[in-house]
């Protein structure tokens, strides 16, 4: 049995940013604060702890005056960075600098007085970063139903969570561009243009679609590796599931079954962008020296 590692997986640049940024402070001084978990990975999450990263929430601001806090990928609300000043604790901002862009251009559109709808999860870090930008008066849509249902009277311009599908997005532009007379798709860009050129989503988990459906394809069994909790990990997994079905989720390799891998020849291994190739490699190991060889 062949395992391959897909060689287009593995960590966003957004994300091999935050954890150099986290490791480069852990480097001057063993006590560093995430506000929230750094990265949708558990396992990640553990070795970080292990060198003194320690999660905590809004609610322990107050008591960690003088100590620095770390600003994850997914970006906080602009009363974050207010409440951090009143606690007296240090900000080291690791926000990904497309997670930045969009919430400038929201907020440059609300200033403008648009009805601001943002395609994505309500209770996401990142989406609530972006409500923050518009005083979280933008609505909020998950479906093309949602999107059916807003105020239909009022300039409008779309923006998306960074991590959501291409697909879903097109149908709402649709859907909005037919309902709103004034209604434009916010982009990276300094002017606002149809849903046909560039959105907010990023390019690195858009642009794993082509490659990955190739990949899971080639081979007789997918194993997905990524943490329960990532948002672009549920959207590529389903990707992957969909060119084959025979694709399993697992957030480490103690989840492998080995029933999975019956009279299987080609095994292939992939990640959402908050997936570590260390841990793609040690469920790699695990398969072909331990899943691997069980099989009749």
Same mark, same amino acid.
């Given at each position: 049995?062949?395992?391959?590692?897909?060689?287009?997986?593995? /960590?966003?640049?957004?994300?091999?940013?935050?954890?150099?940024?986290?490791?480069?402070?852990?480097?001057?001084?063993?006590?560093? $604060?995430?506000?929230?978990?750094?990265?949708?990975?558990?396992?990640?999450?553990?070795?970080?702890?292990?060198?003194?990263?320690?999660?905590?929430?809004?609610?322990?601001?107050?008591?960690?005056?003088?100590?620095?806090?770390?600003?994850?990928?997914?970006? !906080?609300?602009?009363?974050? $960075?207010?409440?951090?000043?009143?606690?007296?604790?240090?900000?080291?901002?690791?926000?990904?600098?497309? #997670?930045?862009?969009?919430? !400038? +251009?929201?907020?440059?559109?609300?200033? *403008?007085?648009? *009805?601001?709808?943002? %395609? &994505?999860?309500?209770?996401?870090?990142?989406?609530?970063?972006?409500?923050?930008?518009?005083?979280?008066? =933008?609505?909020?849509?998950?479906? #093309?139903?949602?999107?059916?249902?807003?105020?239909?009277?009022?300039?409008?311009?779309?923006?998306? @969570?960074?991590?959501?599908?291409?697909?879903?997005?097109?149908?709402?532009?649709?859907?909005?561009?037919?309902?709103?007379?004034? /209604?434009?798709?916010?982009?990276?860009?300094?002017?606002?243009?149809?849903?046909?050129?560039?959105?907010?989503?990023?390019? @690195?988990?858009?642009?794993?679609?082509?490659?990955?459906? @190739?990949?899971?394809?080639?081979?007789?069994?997918?194993?997905?590796?990524?943490?329960?909790?990532?948002?672009?990990?549920?959207?590529? %997994?389903?990707?992957?599931?969909?060119?084959?079905? +025979?694709?399993?989720?697992?957030?480490?390799?103690?989840?492998?079954?080995?029933?999975?891998?019956? &009279?299987?020849?080609?095994?292939?291994?992939?990640?959402?962008?908050?997936?570590?190739?260390?841990?793609?490699?040690?469920?790699?190991? =695990?398969? !072909?020296?331990?899943?691997?060889?069980? @099989?009749?």
């Amino acid at each position: 049995m062949t395992v391959t590692v897909d060689s287009h997986s593995g /960590f966003c640049w957004g994300v091999v940013r935050t954890i150099d940024i986290a490791e480069d402070e852990l480097a001057e001084s063993p006590e560093l $604060y995430s506000l929230g978990p750094i990265i949708h990975n558990p396992v990640e999450i553990e070795r970080l702890r292990a060198e003194g990263l320690e999660t905590v929430t809004l609610d322990d601001l107050p008591r960690l005056r003088g100590k620095k806090v770390l600003i994850r990928a997914h970006g !906080e609300p602009p009363s974050t $960075y207010a409440l951090a000043r009143r606690s007296g604790v240090t900000l080291v901002d690791a926000t990904c600098p497309v #997670v930045t862009k969009v919430q !400038e +251009r929201i907020r440059k559109f609300y200033d *403008q007085g648009y *009805q601001i709808v943002i %395609f &994505g999860k309500k209770d996401h870090a990142e989406v609530i970063g972006l409500l923050g930008h518009t005083d979280n008066k =933008a609505v909020v849509v998950r479906t #093309v139903e949602e999107a059916a249902a807003i105020d239909a009277s009022r300039k409008t311009v779309l923006f998306s @969570q960074t991590t959501m599908d291409k697909e879903t997005f097109a149908k709402i532009a649709e859907i909005l561009r037919a309902r709103v007379r004034e /209604f434009v798709v916010g982009t990276f860009e300094e002017s606002a243009i149809d849903f046909h050129a560039k959105d907010t989503i990023c390019g @690195q988990v858009s642009g794993r679609d082509a490659k990955l459906r @190739q990949f899971a394809s080639a081979n007789d069994v997918m194993v997905f590796v990524a943490g329960r909790s990532s948002s672009n990990g549920k959207v590529l %997994f389903d990707i992957c599931r969909q060119a084959n079905p +025979r694709t399993h989720f697992v957030e480490d390799e103690k989840e492998l079954d080995p029933a999975w891998f019956a &009279g299987a020849g080609r095994v292939g291994i992939s990640g959402a962008t908050s997936t570590p190739q260390w841990l793609m490699e040690r469920v790699k190991t =695990a398969i !072909e020296h331990g899943v691997g060889r069980a @099989q009749p």
